[in-house]
């Protein structure tokens, strides 16, 4: 059966499912914002309990990074992101997510040869990616200040 790209483009628009984007993204963006200005509040709470800024910056992450991960093992962040959608990626949350739902997922194989090699096969490509373009940002900052001096 030959099939023409036009043809299949018509045939995945008409099987794929309709989203109303300005719902979705609207949702995404007030999600995404409550995680944010949960983490703030986070900030000035311990800030406000003589925590120096750096050490209340760290400990908003980790309690953001504990909280979530603690939601996803319940599946209550799982319910959240079918809602609302790139929301709960972005901040340090959906982070926090896909590496403690790979480590679930893997759990039934055991610790070592589960958890402990699968815990990163969602996450393992941002961290390469992001050490990779730290790395490449760094190269062309160090040449530029060579020369900028």
Not at 121 to 137: D, E, R
Request: with cysteine; glycine share 10%.
């Amino acid at each position: 059966m030959d099939i023409t790209p036009q043809e299949y483009g018509e045939m995945c628009k008409a099987a794929a499912p309709h989203s109303n984007v300005k719902v979705n993204a609207l949702t995404a963006f007030v999600v995404g914002g409550a995680i944010c200005a949960f983490g703030q509040i986070l900030l000035e709470t311990y800030m406000a309990f003589g925590i120096d800024k750096e050490s209340a910056s760290m400990w908003t992450s980790v309690t953001l990074i504990v909280l979530s991960s603690i939601a996803t093992g319940m599946g209550w962040y799982q319910r959240l992101a079918r809602h609302a959608g790139a929301g709960t990626l972005v901040p340090i949350t959906g982070f926090s997510n896909a590496i403690t739902s790979s480590a679930i997922e893997a759990r039934s194989e055991g610790y070592i040869l589960g958890v402990g090699t699968k815990i990163f096969t969602i996450a393992g490509p941002v961290i390469l990616y992001g050490c990779a373009a730290s790395f490449v940002y760094g190269v062309i900052y160090y040449v530029y200040t060579l020369f900028a001096a």
